[in-house]
């Protein structure tokens, strides 16, 4: 009898602990690489959540980040669409594959549908539909909408701004952006649906709470414990859309 092949973390959905790494790994410092290069390198290596992506088939270390989220919220449900917006690598869309049953694989559970979305070309993900866009652009939420064939459960951000090296700018930068995915977000969510996205703590975030405040039932920061303690990152939680006001 053939044995069933093993699954990935990545087809299984899940956040086990398994397969740290036991030595620490030390970088020498090579001709024309900066101390900074130097210890991000070093970090990466040493970075158990790192390995983990590895040997479970994800696309970075930032799925775990998703799935601690939804761990505690619960809002990538089977049956449930889904936007992820600025999706590469795709990590993220991984998870909600996984999660919502996108690949109909869950027996006796519904199936949903995973969209991201990208301004560059993102390598096909199995059980998800990815499309070039600009979510800025005019009519962006229509063509959401489109692609989708209704509204969304879902929309989920990691987006961050390129960095600039200055931290008050990056920070206006990534609620900029933040702000930006949730008004796409107010246009293509259904009633009852959730808003998940980064922001980086710096002092100006308080004008997206109360943005959101208005339009969600409940609005939470979390630092989920894949988000480095060195980071100043964060993620914005809400839940239970009011529904547009037009509507």
């Known amino acids: 009898m053939a044995k ?23 970088v020498k410092t090579a001709r024309g690489r900066k101390m900074s290069s130097k210890l991000w390198l070093e970090r990466q290596l040493n970075d158990p959540y790192v390995k983990r992506a590895k040997a479970e088939g994800y696309r970075g270390r930032a799925a775990y980040k998703i799935l601690e989220l939804d761990d505690k919220f619960r809002f990538l449900v089977p049956g449930a669409r889904v936007v992820d917006l600025g ?35 993102v390598e096909p993900i199995a059980g998800a539909e990815i499309h070039q866009l600009d979510f800025m652009e005019d009519d962006a939420d229509l063509k ?5 064939g209704g509204e969304a459960d879902v929309v989920m951000s990691d987006m961050a701004a390129a960095a600039s090296g200055h931290k008050q700018t990056d920070h206006l930068r990534i609620i900029a952006l933040c702000e930006a995915a949730a008004h796409l977000a107010f246009d293509v969510l259904s009633p009852g649906g959730t808003f998940v996205a980064k922001v980086l703590a710096g002092g100006t975030e308080g004008g997206l709470q109360q943005i959101l405040k208005q339009k969600f039932e409940k ?28 509507a």
């Open 4 to 26: 069933t092949p093993k699954k990935t973390g990545a087809e299984r959905g899940n956040t086990s602990g398994r397969g740290q790494r036991d030595l620490t790994v030390k």
């Open 87 to 121: 999706c590469a690598p795709g990590g993220w869309c991984q998870v909600a594959v996984a999660r919502v049953n996108a690949l109909g694989q869950k027996s006796g559970k519904a199936q949903g549908t995973v969209l991201g979305v990208d301004l560059q070309e």
């Open 144 to 148: 959401v909408k489109d692609w989708l």
């Open 219 to 246: 609005v939470q920061n979390v630092k989920p414990p894949a988000s480095r303690s060195d980071s100043s990152e964060k993620f914005v939680v809400a839940t239970g859309f009011r529904g547009r006001g037009d």
